[in-house]
């Protein structure tokens, strides 16, 4: 089944304490990319890649990371979560501009 | 600066009673407007991409067209699954990413 994973899918954890949320795709998608979603804000972009070593900001990008070192794969990086980042977050991977997203990963930093 | 709008926020609907949403767009060299459903706590799920002016798109009850600066999700005898949050997304020329409206909240009662 053609799809977009995501772990872990809910995660609490504690201002300053790095974590990595995983994303894996299985279609073969060369664009992937990272949004969090926060009531009232709708979506927004953290990051994109549009190949394997090639990543972009998106509209909100600080104090996120990512990397591509293989095509299937996207982490976003939190390297000292703050509270702010509280928020629901969806990976998604593209063919042709049309993107298909995650389960989404609920993270709260406390 | 890129933008998108879409109303209502909230639309509440009587089954069978048809109705539209309104995405309106600005954006420097569109490849493409998107629309997604959104179930509560799940990934959007993709509907339908539109790419010139006068194209349409049809699925089930729903129908999408595009002009020159808005989109339009037409829900036709709409049954209770329908509800859902609707959103938009415009693909943006050089950047190859997707900016999304806030969405509106359907609802539908038997």
């Known amino acids: 089944e053609a799809q977009v994973t995501q772990n872990p899918r809910y995660l609490i954890t504690v201002t300053g304490k790095k974590l990595t949320v995983t994303c894996s795709q299985n279609m073969n998608h060369e664009y992937m990319s990272w949004y969090r979603q926060d009531p009232g804000l709708g979506l927004r972009q953290i990051y994109y890649?549009?190949?394997?070593?090639?990543?972009d900001k998106g509209d909100v990008p600080e104090g996120y990371k990512v990397s591509r070192k293989e095509k299937r794969n996207f982490p976003l990086i939190l390297e000292s979560p703050s509270p702010n980042q509280t928020s629901l977050y969806f990976c998604?991977?593209?063919?042709?501009?049309?993107?298909?997203f995650g389960p989404g990963t609920r993270l709260t930093v406390l | 600066e890129d933008q998108v709008t879409q109303s209502p926020e909230a639309l509440r609907l009587q089954e069978g009673e048809s109705s539209s949403l309104n995405c309106s767009y600005t954006v420097s060299g569109l490849r493409g407007l998107f629309w997604y459903r959104q179930d509560p706590g799940k990934g959007p799920e993709f509907l339908f991409t539109l790419y010139s002016a006068g194209e349409e798109k049809e699925k089930e009850r729903l129908k999408a067209t595009l002009t020159k600066k808005e989109s339009f999700l037409h829900i036709t005898a709409p049954k209770p699954e329908d509800s859902a949050t609707y959103l938009c997304a415009v693909g943006r020329g050089s950047q190859g990413n997707l900016i999304f409206g806030k969405g509106t909240k359907l609802s539908v009662k038997p």
């Open positions: 890649s549009m190949n394997v070593e090639v990543t």
């Open positions: 998604a991977s593209s063919l042709s501009g049309t993107e298909f």
